[in-house]
């Protein structure tokens, strides 16, 4: 039984049974849908279990209070729980085999069981949902938000802002600030002398042509 309910057989503890399906059935289904229990976790635990009595596997909300973190083993029966994981470091939720959900430090996160697997709950598939509410980016894989890319683009790297006035418009530095301007032919220093070997090449090919021409003829 994944819950350990005390359940009855026909005739059993007669004009006994309404307060043994109040205290081992009933109160232990509220355990197991509502109610929390709190520790610290450095290390390994095993949650406590027992039949038709208060128990700590059998509670919805394992409440990581604080500690370096570690491992919280569960029994291998199908059950989920909502972990809060206020430690300094990863807790882990397994069976003592198969495959575990870890939590990180704080989260809190739901995590399901098959009986011999604990797995997080977590899509990967946003269906075009935006994600808002983002802090600043701290780590390398952390996600950014627009204003903070556009902060890095042009406050971090003292690029100028941009606005109407600067459509069409090139970002022009004098080697200390930047600044929008617009692109002129003297901003490309080859200009003159690229126009010139065109020319020179357009001359030949032009001479080479009258020659022909004039053989033809």
Do not use: H
Not at 172 to 198: C, F, I, K, P
């Amino acid at each position: 039984m994944s819950l350990r309910l005390n359940y009855q057989a026909p005739g059993d503890n007669l004009n006994a049974w309404g307060v043994i399906l109040n205290q081992q059935v009933f109160q232990r289904l509220e355990d197991a849908l509502t109610k929390r229990v709190a520790f610290p976790l450095s290390g390994a635990k095993s949650l406590s279990t027992a039949n038709g009595l208060e128990d700590e596997a059998r509670c919805s909300f394992l409440d990581v209070t604080g500690g370096a973190g570690g491992a919280i083993t569960a029994p291998a029966v199908e059950k989920w729980y909502i972990v809060r994981n206020a430690a300094a470091g990863e807790v882990m939720v397994t069976t003592g085999g198969g495959a575990a959900a870890v939590v990180k430090p704080g989260e809190v996160g739901l995590v399901v069981g098959d009986g011999a697997n604990f797995r997080r709950v977590q899509f990967t598939d946003l269906a075009g949902a935006r994600l808002t509410g983002l802090g600043a980016p701290v780590d390398g894989q952390d996600a950014a938000t627009r204003a903070y890319v556009d902060s890095m683009a042009f406050n971090e790297v003292d690029l100028p802002g941009q606005g109407p006035a600067t459509d069409g418009q090139f970002i022009r530095s004098n080697g200390e600030t930047a600044a929008w301007a617009s692109l002129e032919t003297s901003d490309v220093t080859d200009y003159a002398a690229d126009q010139a070997a065109r020319g020179d090449a357009l001359t030949q090919d032009l001479k080479k042509f009258a020659i022909a021409m004039a053989v033809a003829l």
